[in-house]
């Protein structure tokens, strides 16, 4: 099992990432919780859902099974949760766990920030998407003018990460997780990035994969220690967000999985980059791995104003100007401020050259 | 002009209580915000809005004006006041301020809070009773449930309190605020609630009231600083909210403000600890001080099992035990669990003997 410490300003707490730690929950839970309230999805539940309930044998044990997808990351789930969590009995001493993917985690994060005024949470992340927004204290439900407009910085007491969940993934899972990857391997790691360049991610072993999950999370670690409030460094991890969030509203959320969303977007802002700084880096390797693993990569017919519009209800938006994450190189990321028109014309550029399959 | 700072483990913010303070309110604020989201309630808005938005002249100002009382503390006007921050384009360096009392502060700080996972809010109390829920970082929503159970611990950038806005109070306003300054002095200074008891505070001028307000908020600032997330000394604040809290729901909100029913809360916390502890000082001077200023002390009919379970989904409660603040003696809080059958029947006794009019 590995093992790593996330310390910021105002907190810290451990990840622990290994094999077969469902099992084993009670271990790394205080064993004065008043009661816990698991929070989970149909999916993971099916899987899932009784180890952990028996492994949790010692504590009075809640749950709520919630369906999956962006869809319930909505106010009516997050005031029914509530309700329920109220009805249980829970307290200010009670623990929330949160047994899923971002959705989950996300969603049960922040009823846990909430509940009457903020009790303790664990991720227990089951999908590699998870790796990225189960560390970082990022918690929040979409709005339905923009997604996740309506949250908090609310960090776990800890994330328990067993990768044995990971075998019951299907590859549209596998390639959404590993776009969050590749993403920080972009902004701070060059010879990782060419080295997932190298990988088959459907094929890898369990003890490459835990490899490349640790690097991901240790970079998201690096970043969120020095910036947990995201006004400076952790900006940079939103690199391919602002396109990403506004294509999955657009489209409707399900159509592209939020990674799939993310690799658009990741392939956008090179896009972009390459143009500013006039190098010629990433935009094509990435392309050509996308493919081969089968990213969805041509977009259904798009309002281009619409889905600037979107970019503009951004929380990264300042001062009404959207802010794109580019890069200057590989590692080398920087923030840079566009008008609305200059969006508009790279956006529509980039999408006529990837339904033209141009590679610039 | 009086002035403190609240420093706490984690935050630090200046209190400005004095008078014709909203006239020159841009002073007070950082010239860089965004934009300015002004969120007050109709009643303070026929007063005070124009001035305000007239001395923010400077910056892009919007306004939410809610309807006054507590059912706009409910998850559909929460909703609703992000929709419009959204639609005025507000970012993550916009400011909210809170123009009124505790209902409009709790709102609007439970928004700033989760509005793009947080943003800069600033107090600026009218009544006497937002003194209280001014200081300290409490933000929240209510559940149908419960009063106050969806919130966060959130602290304002500053408090600006112009107790000029206090000119406009009709006197149930006035005595629902008082009830707030009581309760701080019976938690921590007997001098003071002695001379509260002497006071009449329908006729108090500027400078007895400012100094009032300024000794309660002292008191507040100590216990806050000392313990921001109510695991310690804070739960003392809460003498007298229990019965309170479930008093207001049963009642319908609106019937009894939050004042009144401390006030009674507060003698039923009396009354209790004159039983536990054998002491006889403060129920009946405090009985006769509130009939003088005509608190309403006589409840219509009620469900006493209905009360005790409105008691027990509390945020206060653990394991299932009511937790009531009880004084050993004035200044000496104790907190003190209680099984169900004990707090019913002193309820029934206490409201038994209020209605017939006994002194105990």
Chains 1, 2 share one sequence.
């Not at 907190?11 to 008043?34: M, R």
């Amino acid at each position: 099992m590995k093992q790593m410490m996330i310390k910021s300003a105002s907190t810290s707490y451990p990840i622990y990432l290994g094999k077969d730690l469902l099992i084993n929950l009670d271990q790394y839970i205080d064993p004065t919780y008043s009661s816990i309230l698991v929070i989970t999805d149909q999916t993971v539940a099916t899987y899932y859902l009784d180890k952990v309930i028996k492994a949790l044998k010692q504590f009075p044990v809640n749950q709520v099974v919630i369906e999956p997808g962006e869809q319930s990351k909505s106010i009516e789930s997050f005031y029914d949760i509530h309700t329920r969590a109220i009805s249980f009995g829970m307290d200010r001493h009670s623990l929330i766990i949160a047994l899923g993917g971002g959705v989950v985690g996300d969603l049960a994060g922040f009823i846990a920030a909430t509940f009457m005024r903020g009790i303790d949470f664990i991720q227990v992340p089951t999908t590699i998407l998870a790796h990225d927004s189960s560390v970082g204290g990022k918690v929040a439900i979409n709005h339905h003018l923009g997604k996740n407009l309506i949250g908090h910085f609310y960090a776990p007491k800890a994330v328990i990460y067993d990768v044995s969940t990971l075998h019951t993934l299907n590859t549209r899972e596998i390639r959404s997780g590993y776009a969050e990857i590749i993403k920080e391997a972009l902004i701070w790691d060059e010879a990782f990035f060419n080295d997932l360049l190298l990988t088959n991610i459907y094929q890898t072993d369990d003890q490459t994969r835990v490899n490349h999950l640790y690097h991901g999370m240790r970079i998201k670690a690096n970043v969120v220690q020095k910036d947990e409030k995201e006004q400076d460094i952790r900006r940079y991890l939103n690199l391919g967000h602002t396109l990403a969030h506004a294509l999955e509203q657009q489209l409707g959320y399900g159509q592209l999985t939020h990674g799939e969303a993310v690799a658009i977007g990741l392939l956008f802002a090179l896009y972009v980059s390459e143009d500013v700084y006039q190098n010629k880096h990433a935009y094509q390797p990435l392309l050509g791995w996308l493919k081969k693993h089968d990213y969805p990569l041509t977009i259904p017919e798009t309002n281009v104003n619409e889905l600037i519009k979107r970019m503009k209800t951004d929380k990264k938006v300042v001062n009404r100007h959207i802010q794109m994450v580019l890069l200057k190189s590989i590692g080398q990321p920087v923030i840079k401020s566009f008008t609305d028109r200059e969006v508009r014309d790279f956006v529509t550029l980039f999408l006529a050259d990837l339904e033209k399959g141009i590679y610039t």
